[in-house]
């Protein structure tokens, strides 16, 4: 049996443990010190736009106190983009909030500004109390930053921007998560980059950034002793991930530039089969990570190959690869509660497909790829 080619995989730069030997040989081994500190100073150096950035144990928990930190509570609404992982909506739920779940459009795959428009209206007919938008820039691709800011502010909602998968991406020259009121980054096993696991808030202010991390730390008053008068989270990131996280920042922009060489790979592949699209940017104002590179199949132009056939042939050559997300509307967790919207996130579910993308693919990773790809497609 070949190696596993894995979708995406962790890939060091060779500087990571030069962070973790310094925690050890200092004993900061613990969820603070200075690689918390320094990791933070990275991001804020770059991401730019005055961002103020806390260091957090995952993305999910940055999306969970971002949207304590824009007062959703018990019986609010938040609006959630429906195609995108779990962990977007899950903290919605955490809170005693409803998740109200918005279509794709076609061009970025995100948000649709039309249908959210059209569930702001409806929802707010009904009585209903929107708190805020989660927007994500699905597979590193932007969502339609300025549509989606002209809805939300002409009905006073605050955006929670989920960039989870967008590190590295950017609209108009400005990077991604330093688009919405509050904004969050990922630092799982299989992102751009990674600590292991982990993630970030992104916050406007350095005030906002401080309560962040103040409910990450427990919520512990200014005392001598251990004082709490609000809820708090054991949230906050370890000094030894986040020395990988430095090391990670060291070769963000090369791994980004190798996604982007992966990307290119597969429209070169694919440019002349006939019923088969690269997801890709819509103009040049867009700038993708392109954290996974990922396909659709019209069956009626590939005499009646599909996304499946192809995952199962990689499947067979020991090549992962996987459907796109599984819309959350479509989820058996979140089906009750409301969606707007047609039906374009459910069809590239049952057309889509992510690919191996990973910064550390080889030559011959990609000659595996291929030949099972011409072997399916018979070109």
Same mark, same amino acid.
């Given at each position: 049996?070949?190696?596993?080619?894995?979708?995406?995989?962790?890939?060091?730069?060779?500087?990571?443990?030069?962070?973790?030997?310094?925690?050890?040989?200092?004993?900061?081994?613990?969820?603070?010190?200075?690689?918390?500190?320094?990791?933070?100073?990275?991001?804020?150096?770059?991401?730019?736009?005055?961002?103020?950035?806390?260091?957090?144990?995952?993305?999910?928990?940055?999306?969970?106190?971002?949207?304590?930190?824009?007062?959703?509570?018990?019986?609010?609404?938040?609006?959630?983009?429906?195609?995108?992982?779990?962990?977007?909506?899950?903290?919605?739920?955490?809170?005693?909030?409803?998740?109200?779940?918005?279509?794709?459009?076609?061009?970025?795959?995100?948000?649709?500004?039309?249908?959210?428009?059209?569930?702001?209206?409806?929802?707010?007919?009904?009585?209903?109390?929107?708190?805020?938008?989660?927007?994500?820039?699905?597979?590193?691709?932007?969502?339609? $930053?300025?549509?989606?800011?002209?809805?939300?502010?002409?009905?006073? $909602?605050?955006?929670?921007?989920?960039?989870?998968?967008?590190?590295?991406?950017?609209?108009?020259?400005?990077?991604?998560?330093?688009?919405?009121?509050?904004?969050?980054?990922?630092?799982?096993?299989?992102?751009?980059?990674?600590?292991?696991?982990?993630?970030?808030?992104?916050?406007?202010?350095?005030?906002?950034?401080?309560?962040?991390?103040?409910?990450?730390?427990?919520?512990?008053?200014?005392?001598?002793?251990?004082?709490?008068?609000? $809820?708090?989270?054991?949230?906050?990131?370890?000094?030894?991930?986040?020395?990988?996280?430095?090391?990670?920042?060291?070769?963000?922009?090369?791994?980004?530039?190798?996604?982007?060489?992966?990307?290119?790979?597969?429209?070169?592949?694919?440019?002349?089969?006939?019923?088969?699209?690269?997801?890709?940017?819509?103009?040049?104002?867009?700038?993708?990570?392109?954290?996974?590179?990922?396909?659709?199949?019209?069956?009626?132009?590939?005499?009646?190959?599909?996304?499946?056939?192809?995952?199962?042939?990689?499947?067979?050559?020991?090549?992962?690869?996987?459907?796109?997300?599984?819309?959350?509307?479509?989820?058996?967790?979140?089906?009750?509660?409301?969606?707007?919207?047609?039906?374009?996130?459910?069809?590239?579910?049952?057309?889509?497909?992510?690919?191996?993308?990973?910064?550390?693919?080889?030559?011959?990773?990609?000659?595996?790829?291929?030949?099972?790809?011409?072997?399916?497609?018979?070109?």
């Amino acid at each position: 049996m070949n190696s596993k080619i894995w979708l995406s995989s962790p890939h060091m730069g060779g500087t990571e443990q030069k962070f973790i030997q310094e925690a050890f040989d200092d004993n900061w081994v613990a969820p603070l010190g200075p690689n918390v500190n320094g990791l933070e100073k990275d991001l804020e150096n770059y991401l730019g736009n005055q961002a103020r950035v806390g260091a957090l144990s995952s993305g999910t928990a940055a999306i969970h106190l971002g949207l304590i930190l824009l007062g959703v509570q018990e019986g609010d609404e938040v609006i959630c983009q429906s195609m995108t992982f779990s962990a977007s909506a899950n903290p919605i739920l955490y809170l005693g909030a409803t998740p109200v779940f918005i279509d794709s459009e076609e061009q970025t795959w995100n948000l649709c500004p039309v249908a959210l428009e059209k569930a702001i209206v409806d929802r707010i007919q009904k009585g209903k109390k929107l708190k805020a938008i989660i927007a994500v820039h699905l597979y590193g691709v932007p969502y339609q $930053i300025e549509a989606v800011r002209a809805v939300a502010d002409k009905y006073s $909602i605050p955006i929670l921007e989920d960039s989870a998968e967008a590190l590295g991406s950017t609209y108009k020259g400005q990077k991604c998560g330093t688009f919405g009121d509050i904004g969050i980054l990922s630092f799982n096993g299989n992102k751009i980059i990674t600590t292991s696991g982990g993630g970030a808030i992104v916050t406007k202010t350095a005030v906002l950034k401080e309560k962040a991390i103040f409910y990450a730390t427990q919520s512990r008053d200014n005392a001598p002793h251990y004082q709490h008068s609000e $809820i708090g989270y054991n949230y906050r990131m370890s000094n030894i991930c986040a020395g990988i996280g430095r090391g990670q920042m060291e070769v963000l922009d090369e791994h980004v530039a190798l996604r982007r060489q992966m990307h290119d790979f597969y429209v070169d592949i694919f440019a002349s089969i006939e019923g088969v699209d690269v997801f890709s940017t819509p103009n040049d104002d867009y700038f993708a990570n392109y954290w996974l590179s990922a396909i659709t199949i019209d069956a009626t132009k590939t005499n009646g190959i599909t996304a499946e056939t192809l995952r199962v042939a990689l499947e067979a050559e020991n090549i992962e690869s996987r459907p796109l997300w599984k819309p959350m509307h479509l989820q058996p967790i979140f089906e009750k509660y409301p969606y707007y919207g047609k039906t374009v996130a459910e069809n590239l579910f049952e057309n889509g497909l992510c690919l191996p993308s990973g910064s550390n693919l080889t030559n011959d990773d990609r000659e595996r790829i291929v030949k099972v790809i011409k072997a399916v497609f018979g070109s």
